[in-house]
């Protein structure tokens, strides 16, 4: 409806790609005014909704790597109220991780029982996200972040019910200011740059550090993952446009925000080291990973940067999605996040504490893993551009990696105050391992047309190319 | 007392009867299929398309008023029915009106009789208080009006708005002057339109007062200043332009206040019935982005304003029933609504996302539409930042309502103890009101508005284009 016209036939009517958007809002829908009986029931099977979503996105992007090439993907579709959906190479990548991680933050265990609001918020999140992804004009990618930020407030909101939602208003101040950002930069080319700032809150790039470890910390396990791959892929698609339009606008200007991002990304290393609690531990990786991407974006040659930065997050989120279903069960016990509460798991669960050491691994080696080694490339150009900020950004980076590997590996091999009585790996993490590494192949298989693991992640669209 | 019980069974009677009809009327008025506009052969009054939507409008908005003043005592809700009756036909004349002493009358008609409605039915504590305010800001709208409508007829030695447009411009020397008078009557314009830093009286009048009465001043009278500037606009285009005054940068400073100053002003409201006031006086300033350099674009302030109703009348509709369970609208005594009752709060937290705007539905879109005609004007990067700038700070007030209702505790305490609830029949009345115009406001966006868009169809020819 919000979006900006289109050519005459030059979309189909809605379908497959709109159940990917709408599917999962009418399961919110359904769950928010059914009565309790039913929505309790609704919001146990909640998963059914986003699954078909997801398996259509598989299925586009298997089509599209069997097409190798731009036309394998393509797929326009017109919303009966004049919006429009795109699904292309620039945007098949991140769709397909938000529409897997949909359905897992749904069956992730949870420290507190799960309620069907939960469930029908966790569903907006999703579609709201992936409208973000897949909407053809601004209406309705700002729908999108709007839709987002609101259902990250009530998903804190019904978490910290001890506090009475207290915790729920920095972070949706910060993103309600992102929203702002996009409103502005959709009306007005002129305005562009203020996505920048968006990026900024979305990543978690100091000073929105804060807001994105507080909402770790307080959300359900399957919110952290939902909102850690989804709010990162529409963050970077908004650092890549703002990056972009602030060199037009002013050429040094993109510097002197690649420069800001670097310190930001030490600040947010050192930062991260000292969280005695594992959830900002995370959060603080990811802020540092963030503001390191920002940065790398600004300052560096868009056309190293842009494939560098898609891999390199690619290989981070999926690693990210691993790491957070390995420790959702022990999440689930021990119902904090003091890192004191963690430790010994390699005597009692020795696949668990494998697939957290090989998640670890992958984010470690992802400059290398990504983008046939681009992010290594992109790192050294920053640090010949620009020694001190490239220095930083290396220097940030690390650091965020080693807070969250110590954490690890206090996890494994540490000692507990009381021991978790952690179980390995269910029958039903099993299954999300598999799909996991099903959808490690399958990424890797694509062609570099549609954004293979071992080529680019051409998520970032140039200017008015749809 | 017999007697007296059956006159009064008899006004209630035949008020639901008139609020029915004129709900009737706009109905039919928005299902007839558009006509070419028409002149009266005088060539005073315009049957054009803003005439006709204006027209809709008012006996929409009265006629579920008069629904609403069921309530009011007595036989004195007859005599407010035709003191809302008198105002109503007050702003149609305006709105029709071409020449400017039946402009001018419209204005003043509606502006006296409508604190007159409040007097006769508002049983609330501070409605003489209301009215006041009500009378006076009229008085001085109506006033300043008629002081630039004097200077502009004696420049011109014309009351026609198309003469004006022609022969103002006659004497060169009385530029400054004529331009003073215009500036004036958009001063005149904005006490009625709502246009900040003019809205200060407004909040506590649309706020405040009973829902019935509140909601038809807030949506009578944006129509009503709206009318004025469509008119002179559309007659003085031709001046504005032998003048080269850009009527855009003029208003800029409305815009950028009225998009920020009331959304900061609801951060801190303690009422509700205030705050859904700040937050529309804030939507009704984004209808500054219809104003180009030469003019006003009807097209686009009329499908706004429609919205903006629309979004009124749900708010007015959510605020009754929340007043008649809670005894009235401060914010502390909602602390926990979303768990005490649950549908109220779902249809006052649905009324504030109306404000900042909800998917699917007709008032963002005309919204959306209107902020791209900004961006596709000359305005500036100020004026589209200050809409950005006014969406966030209103998010934010309706973010605070909705943390309230749902993650704060119950309040403790006799205050918060909601009243039982009413009968039936009065429950249905606010809930049909809420759900009609969400109804509206949703078919309208999914498919209607084409076939609701035929009314805006305005003739340029009758406007000086």
């Not at chain 1, 509460?341 to 504490?353: E, K, M, P």
């Not at chain 2, 002057?177 to 006490?191: D, E, H, I, N």
């Not at chain 2, 006014?390 to 749902?406: I, K, N, Q, S, V």
Request: proline share 6%.
């Amino acid at each position: 409806m919000l979006s900006t016209v289109m050519a005459t036939g030059e979309f189909d009517p809605a379908g497959p790609l709109a159940m990917v958007v709408f599917l999962p809002l009418v399961g919110a829908l359904l769950l928010g005014f059914a009565p309790k009986p039913v929505a309790r029931v609704l919001g146990r099977v909640a998963v059914l909704w986003t699954l078909p979503g997801a398996l259509f996105l598989l299925a586009a992007a298997w089509f599209g790597a069997s097409g190798h090439s731009v036309v394998g993907v393509r797929w326009l579709e017109r919303l009966p109220a004049g919006a429009g959906l795109v699904l292309s190479i620039w945007n098949i990548v991140p769709a397909l991780l938000v529409g897997l991680t949909a359905p897992l933050a749904l069956l992730v265990a949870e420290p507190r029982e799960k309620t069907p609001a939960r469930a029908g918020w966790l569903l907006v999140l999703a579609s709201s996200t992936q409208a973000a992804l897949l909407g053809a004009g601004p209406g309705m990618v700002i729908l999108g972040w709007v839709g987002g930020t609101w259902a990250l407030f009530f998903l804190l909101g019904e978490a910290d019910a001890e506090a009475q939602g207290q915790k729920a208003n920095g972070p949706f101040v910060a993103h309600a200011l992102a929203c702002a950002c996009v409103l502005a930069a959709g009306l007005s080319p002129g305005l562009l740059p203020l996505l920048v700032l968006a990026a900024a809150i979305r990543l978690g790039v100091p000073p929105f550090h804060g807001p994105l470890a507080r909402a770790f910390e307080v959300l359900p396990t399957g919110a952290v993952l939902l909102l850690g791959v989804g709010f990162t892929t529409t963050g970077l698609l908004a650092a890549h446009d703002g990056t972009l339009a602030l060199a037009r606008a002013v050429g040094t200007s993109a510097v002197v925000a690649g420069t800001l991002a670097a310190f930001g990304a030490l600040w947010a290393g050192l930062v991260a080291l000292p969280q005695d609690d594992l959830r900002r531990r995370v959060a603080g990786f990811l802020s540092a990973q963030g503001a390191m991407w920002l940065a790398l974006l600004a300052l560096v040659d868009p056309a190293l940067a842009r494939p560098a930065v898609g891999g390199w997050a690619l290989v981070t989120l999926v690693a990210l999605v691993a790491i957070v279903v390995a420790y959702a069960r022990l999440w689930a016990f021990a119902r904090t996040g003091d890192l004191r509460a963690y430790g010994g798991l390699g005597q009692v669960a020795l696949l668990r504490s494998t697939l957290l050491l090989l998640a670890f691994a992958a984010l470690l080696a992802a400059p290398f893993l990504g983008a046939r080694g681009s992010g290594v490339k992109a790192l050294a150009a920053s640090l010949v551009a620009s020694p001190l900020a490239g220095g930083a950004l290396a220097l940030g980076g690390a650091l965020g990696c080693l807070a969250l590997g110590l954490a690890i590996y206090r996890t494994i091999r540490g000692q507990a105050a009381m021991p978790l009585p952690a179980p390995d790996l269910s029958g039903r993490e099993w299954a999300f391992l598999a799909l996991l590494a099903a959808t490690l192949i399958f990424l890797s298989s694509l062609g570099p047309e549609v954004g293979g693991l071992g080529s680019l992640w051409p998520v970032f669209a140039a200017a008015g190319t749809p | 007392m017999t007697l007296r019980r059956g006159l009064d069974h008899a006004g209630a009677a035949l008020t639901l009867l008139l609020g029915v009809g004129a709900i009737a009327l706009a109905l039919r008025a928005l299902a007839m299929p558009p006509g070419a506009p028409t002149l009266d052969p005088t060539g005073a009054f315009a049957d054009d398309g803003w005439a006709r939507s204006c027209r809709a409008a008012m006996l929409l908005v009265t006629g579920l008023a008069a629904i609403g003043l069921v309530r009011a005592p007595g036989l004195r809700r007859l005599a407010a029915m035709g003191a809302l009756l008198g105002s109503g036909f007050g702003v149609v004349l305006a709105a029709t009106s071409l020449e400017l002493t039946s402009l001018w009358a419209g204005v003043a008609l509606a502006t006296t009789l409508s604190p007159l409605a409040i007097v006769l039915a508002d049983t609330r504590r501070g409605a003489a208080r209301h009215a006041l305010t009500a009378l006076l800001l009229g008085a001085l709208a109506s006033g300043i009006l008629a002081l630039s409508f004097l200077a502009l007829t004696a420049l011109s030695g014309s009351t026609h708005v198309l003469e004006i447009g022609f022969k103002v411009t006659r004497f060169e020397d009385s530029a400054p002057f004529a331009l003073t008078a215009v500036r004036a009557a958009a001063v005149g314009a904005a006490m009625l339109a709502a246009w900040a830093p003019f809205h200060l009286g407004l909040p506590e009048l649309w706020g405040e007062g009973s829902a019935p009465l509140a909601g038809w001043l807030a949506i009578a009278w944006p129509w009503l200043g709206w009318s004025v500037m469509i008119r002179l606009a559309g007659g003085l285009a031709p001046a504005l332009e032998e003048w080269s005054f850009d009527a855009a940068a003029a208003v800029s400073v409305f815009l950028v206040l009225g998009a920020t100053l009331p959304g900061a002003a609801a951060l801190a409201e303690q009422r509700l019935g205030r705050l859904y006031a700040l937050m529309g006086v804030g939507v009704l300033s984004e209808l500054l982005l219809a104003v180009h350099a030469r003019g006003v674009d009807p097209a686009l302030v009329a499908p706004g304003l429609w919205g903006y109703s629309l979004a009124w009348i749900a708010s007015s509709a959510a605020l009754a029933g929340l007043r008649a369970r809670l005894g009235d609208d401060r914010l502390e005594a909602m602390a926990g609504l979303g768990r005490r009752l649950p549908r109220t709060a779902l249809a006052a937290s649905a009324a504030a996302f109306l404000w900042v705007g909800l998917p699917g539905t007709f008032s963002l879109a005309v919204r959306w539409s209107l902020w791209q005609q900004g961006a596709a004007g000359p305005p500036g990067v100020l004026l589209l930042a200050s809409v950005a700038g006014g969406g966030f700070l209103r998010m934010l007030a309706a973010g605070r309502l909705l943390g309230l209702f749902y993650f704060r505790a119950p309040a403790a305490g006799e205050a918060a103890r909601p009243a039982p609830p009413p009968a039936l029949l009065e429950r249905g009345r606010w809930g049909l009101v809420f759900v009609a115009a969400l109804v509206i406001e949703v078919a309208l966006a999914l498919g209607a508005a084409p076939w609701a868009g035929r009314l805006w169809g305005i003739d340029r020819v009758l406007f000086g284009g």
